[in-house]
């Protein structure tokens, strides 16, 4: 990764993109650099970091609120009150920039989604390289990603675009930039983003997944899979992606006929148990894949489906972000469970809450085989389901759960159509849908 900036001031220590720090332990200072690189290119090791850093400078403000993120990131968000806390006690001591750091941030970690975007906007305005600040609105799990709104793929590279002076190549920009630009599909200006990003950081597993999905896009599911198996064979399992990743090559594994491959891959690295991941990413890849190999025309597994679901009640059972709920629904559908899909159709909650109960009538009709309620539920969900969040490779769920519907009740003309107006590039490099 590249080296951390010394500064330009004697006695004034810096962050890789020249802000100053109130520490004057220059081993806090590396220490926090090399947490700040790893949480944003999703490597092992992040906490560790930021303990570090506090370690040699306990009233290094940032390296607490830099933990306290950490921590949510990784899924262990009862860990994350004392780290806040102790930031926040810290912050007066701090330069302006630093505190509004540790504002915003505060309002991350307890939930004010909306208050913190606009917070962000106003920070960057005065210190746009202030990477940790404008990280959290970027990607499609990010602040904007999931706000519910619809434009908020436009509204994310408007964020963006502007800042691309004051990065240059910075590999971290180049990678959201091009994640950003991908999922608008402008696919060639995204392509030469995150090649620049991946020189910049060849072990930036962000870049990495972002470069999948630039293959999955393009419809090229055989190279996909070679570069992404050949990158993350040296991705350590505790990672912070390498669930997801493995989600992206469970797929390519299916829809290039290697299904046992797929299956081994769910069970050794997908679910429960089965390799770490954020609780988000366990619960929407375990039951986006199992759905979409039954739709591939796999066998239903109960005991798959009642794993998953069980692990949606613990952890989401009605959480308010939709992302998640959609999922919950579909686990609680799959697995038979009446009584949890009604409390979400009941009380749906978030910024999207009127989405939630069309996907889990939908869901519950695609597992009932009543393909008439999934055609009528889901078919008005897909003008505007950017809207659930996550990125375009993983809301195909919905339109391929519509275009199964159709290929059943015998709609094959119709089932073509939608594929072929809403993703393309799918109908042409073949949707891998049973039937299809």
């Known amino acids: 990764m590249t080296e951390s900036s010394m500064g330009n001031r004697v006695g004034v220590l810096e962050d890789r993109y020249g802000n100053p720090l109130s520490t004057s332990s220059a081993a806090a200072r590396d220490a926090y650099v090399a947490g700040v690189d790893k949480l944003l290119s999703a490597g092992s090791g992040i906490d560790q970091a930021f303990r570090d850093a506090i370690a040699a400078d306990e009233g290094f403000a940032l390296a607490h609120i830099a933990l306290a993120r950490t921590l949510q990131l990784l899924g262990r968000g009862n860990e994350v009150k004392a780290p806040l806390e102790r930031a926040i006690a810290l912050a007066p001591a701090t330069t302006s920039r630093e505190q509004g750091h540790i504002a915003i941030f505060a309002k991350i970690l307890s939930g004010q989604g909306a208050a913190a975007v606009s917070a962000i906007a106003e920070h960057i305005k005065h210190w746009p390289r202030d990477a940790m600040v404008l990280a959290p609105a970027t990607g499609v799990f990010g602040l904007i990603g999931f ?247 993983q809301r195909d769920l919905l339109e391929y759960s519509v275009t199964c519907a159709l290929l059943r009740s015998g709609r094959a003309d119709e089932a073509r159509r939608l594929i072929a107006s809403r993703r393309p590039q799918n109908a042409a490099s073949g949707v891998p849908l049973a039937g299809f």
């Open 147 to 393: 706000s519910g709104k619809s434009g908020r793929e436009i509204e994310q590279l408007a964020m963006l675009e502007p800042l691309a002076t004051h990065y240059g190549d910075d590999w971290w920009f180049r990678t959201v930039l091009a994640f950003a630009e991908i999922e608008l599909h402008r696919l060639d200006s995204g392509f030469r983003n995150i090649e620049t990003a991946l020189r910049g950081c060849p072990r930036n597993a962000h870049a990495a997944h972002i470069k999948a999905h630039l293959f999955y896009e393009k419809g090229q599911r055989e190279e996909g899979l070679a570069y992404l198996e050949q990158w993350n064979a040296a991705y350590p399992r505790e990672a912070q992606l390498h669930c997801h990743i493995s989600w992206h090559l469970a797929l390519w594994s299916l829809e290039t006929g290697r299904r046992d491959q797929a299956w081994q891959i769910y069970r050794e690295a997908l679910h429960p148990g089965g390799s770490w991941g954020p609780q988000i990413n366990v619960l929407t890849d375990c039951a986006s894949f199992l759905a979409r190999a039954e739709m591939a025309g796999e066998p239903r597994y109960p005991e798959l489906w009642s794993e998953i679901s069980q692990y949606a009640a613990k952890w989401f059972p009605n959480s308010g972000i939709i992302f998640a709920d959609m999922h919950s629904a579909l686990a609680f559908a799959m697995a038979g469970d009446a009584e949890a899909l009604a409390r979400i159709i009941e009380n749906p909650k978030g910024p999207a809450a009127d989405m939630v109960v069309p996907i889990a009538r939908g869901f519950d009709g695609l597992a009932k085989g009543d393909w008439t309620r999934v055609v009528d539920e889901l078919t008005p969900v897909l003008a505007t389901h950017e809207r659930v969040g996550g990125s375009r490779a």
